[in-house]
């Protein structure tokens, strides 16, 4: 191709081409441009390679240059990299294959013809092989978000899965990502490759910017990973491979941290596996993932539903619910009065008729839920059954039931600030007992009450499931501040720091945007008490946590002995206790939430 410029100093630039006002012209520029890319060894090789790489981003749907090659030109280029190291070092062409792989991964995301086009121009052989990190962490992230597009698609999913290797390599990427990451590039702070700290940072530089960006590129490479491997769990084939016991073991902690947004992570890979029969069995023998599923489904977790979905699945196959029963009836009834959540209308009413069919459904012996389940189930029923008697209730009597029920609730008030908690659990459960059903304010700040209660009494799971209560019944779901606060220091008990942790922080969130004017007074100040709980969290629930423990922490440029980021003791945190935060139960019953006498301090006095 001849030199198309004077003043550019490379012949055939790309950029030259694209300048070209004739179409005709310019399509045949572009044509030979990819035809003989691979096989030029001229300096500057990366400058178009990144400039096909910002168009791919910005117009993925665009059917020019997949057209003219673009597919077979980027594929010869990973296969060129990988067998010429000589080239690969020389210039900057380090980048290429990098860019190749996203440039494939962009074009093939949004169209499945794209896909096809790239099936047929050879791409997947090239990205497995950046599959099998015969390059670096940095390559494998942008060959399986490629395999990840192209297994997504009926008309390419056969082509990738004829490949049986892809599926065991994305299997362990997902689980050895974050060590990966952490041990070739964020823990030796001097030792970082350059042209990593310059794909993290787009040349910024600067080690916080590289460090922050390096747990959001972990945190893609495994959550990419596992939306490979969803694809082949889609189809009940891949399940044996797929369901192996120590994977299954570990998809409930691949949550991808706070750095994950748009990914389910583990539970979207779960919950596929559960709408099969098949994978069913292998996930009810599991018991560290049947908890998992328990803890996330009562959660303030974005992926909430996922896990409600599967617990539901499990309890309605009749050869798996004996065996899940005792953990999830009481996890379903916890959540029995939730209406929506996020897209998921009445879900409440689906979870009380998949425990009754349960119930119904379970024979005797063997396959029979135990008796404590049936108890809880037929006592969830008789409180709806209450609901619907209420309906036809005179609304003096009504209006009778909800005085009864604060007059003993004021009395359990009284009995907290006396220190007599177990006296004052008693007493909320009363006036749960009096309280009429449609009285869901009323309930929430019970529920919330005596969860407070069970904290003091160091019962965790019990306060859990009472916060949880209040939380389901408040509107907005999962909103009502004081029932997070105290779901989040019961987690906290338990050793659970990535459901305390999203607890604490959507506390801060609506604590922040109170309208109570007890909760305003210092100008929405966080709580140093929940700064300190989300802190400690934050630490236990860190993407690299287990690989900073195994590897021995980060160190530092010029002082390899030295750690940088080491993690401290929390003994000196506590959780906020009764005296932090004043009489820690509520007094609110009725409509007058905003505007009621207070007989007791509000849970923030000291704020």
Same mark, same amino acid.
């Given at each position: ?75 010869? !280029? ?25 440039? $494939? ?28 990190? +015969? ?17 997504? %698609? ?12 892809? #599926? ?11 060590? =990966?990451? %952490? ?7 001097? +030792? ?13 530089? @600067? ?21 490979? $491997? ?9 399940? *044996? ?9 570990? #998809? ?19 919950? *596929? $596996? ?8 292998? =996930? ?33 196959? *009749? ?45 005797? @012996? ?10 809880? =189930? ?33 009395? @359990? ?42 904290? !003091? ?6 306060? =859990? ?21 105290? +779901? ?40 140093? %008490? ?30 390899? @002995? ?46």
């Amino acid at each position: 191709m001849d030199k198309d410029s004077p003043d550019c100093p490379y012949p055939g630039c790309f950029f030259c081409v694209m300048k070209e006002g004739n179409p005709s012209k310019r399509r045949s520029s572009l044509l030979k441009f990819f035809r003989e890319l691979p096989s030029q060894d001229d300096d500057g090789q990366v400058l178009p390679i990144s400039g096909l790489w910002n168009t791919a981003m910005a117009h993925p749907n665009d059917p020019e240059f997949i057209e003219l090659g673009i597919f077979e030109c980027m594929s010869a !280029l990973i296969w060129k990299g990988l067998k010429n190291r000589r080239w690969l070092s020389h210039d900057q062409n380090i980048y290429i294959p990098y860019y190749a792989a996203h440039i $494939i991964g962009s074009y093939s995301m949004n169209m499945e013809e794209f896909a096809e086009m790239a099936v047929h121009a050879g791409v997947i052989p090239a990205l497995i092989e950046l599959l099998r990190g +015969r390059l670096t962490w940095v390559e494998q992230r942008v060959a399986v978000r490629a395999l990840g597009h192209l297994a997504t %698609y009926a008309a390419t999913f056969p082509a990738v899965s004829s490949h049986g290797e892809i #599926l065991e390599l994305s299997m362990q990427l997902a689980a050895s990502s974050l060590e =990966i990451v %952490y041990t070739h590039f964020y823990q030796f702070v001097d +030792r970082r490759l350059s042209y990593h700290c310059d794909l993290l940072t787009r040349g910024m530089g @600067g080690v916080e910017m590289e460090s922050r960006k390096a747990e959001e590129w972990a945190s893609q490479l495994q959550c990419w990973s596992l939306q490979l $491997i969803n694809c082949f769990a889609f189809k009940p084939e891949f399940l *044996t491979t797929i369901c192996k016991p120590e994977f299954l073991a570990k #998809l409930p902690g691949m949550w991808g941290g706070l750095v994950n947004e748009n990914s389910p992570a583990g539970i979207g890979l779960l919950r *596929t $596996i559960c709408h099969h029969k098949f994978g069913r069995g292998p =996930i009810s023998s599991s018991s560290g993932v049947i908890d998992a599923l328990c803890n996330i489904a009562r959660s303030s977790d974005d992926w909430q539903y996922m896990a409600i979905d599967c617990l539901l699945w499990l309890l309605q196959d *009749t050869s798996t619910c004996h065996k899940v029963s005792d953990k999830v009836v009481p996890t379903l009834i916890d959540l029995a009065e939730i209406t929506t959540l996020g897209d998921h209308k009445k879900l409440g009413d689906s979870i009380v008729s998949v425990l009754e069919e349960c119930m119904q459904s379970s024979g005797t @012996g063997r396959n029979s839920i135990s008796s404590s389940a049936k108890e809880e =189930i037929e006592e969830l029923l008789a409180a709806r059954q209450r609901l619907k008697w209420e309906k036809n209730m005179p609304k003096e009597d009504l209006h009778i039931k909800h005085a009864a029920a604060l007059v003993v609730k004021l009395e @359990g008030n009284s009995l907290f600030s006396s220190g007599d908690i177990s006296a004052a659990t008693s007493k909320y459960s009363e006036a749960l007992a009096l309280c009429p059903m449609r009285s869901k304010k009323e309930r929430v700040v019970l529920y919330s009450n005596r969860a407070q209660c069970h904290l !003091l009494l160091q019962q965790p799971l019990a306060a =859990i499931s009472d916060a949880t209560r209040a939380l389901c019944l408040h509107s907005p779901v999962n909103r009502h501040a004081r029932s997070l606060w105290r +779901r989040a220091q019961a987690y906290d008990m338990l050793g659970l720091a990535k459901e305390s942790l999203l607890d604490a922080i959507l506390f801060i969130n609506e604590f922040s945007q109170s309208a109570d004017p007890d909760l305003s007074l210092r100008q929405n100040k966080v709580p140093d %008490y929940a700064e300190r709980l989300v802190k400690k969290q934050m630490r236990a629930a860190w993407l690299f946590r287990e690989a900073s423990v195994k590897h021995g922490g980060v160190q530092c440029e010029g002082d390899a @002995g030295d750690h940088c980021g080491q993690e401290t003791e929390d003994s000196e945190w506590e959780t906020a206790s009764e005296s932090d935060m004043g009489n820690d139960v509520e007094d609110d019953l009725g409509d007058d939430f905003e505007r009621k006498d207070r007989h007791v301090k509000t849970l923030m006095k000291d704020m």
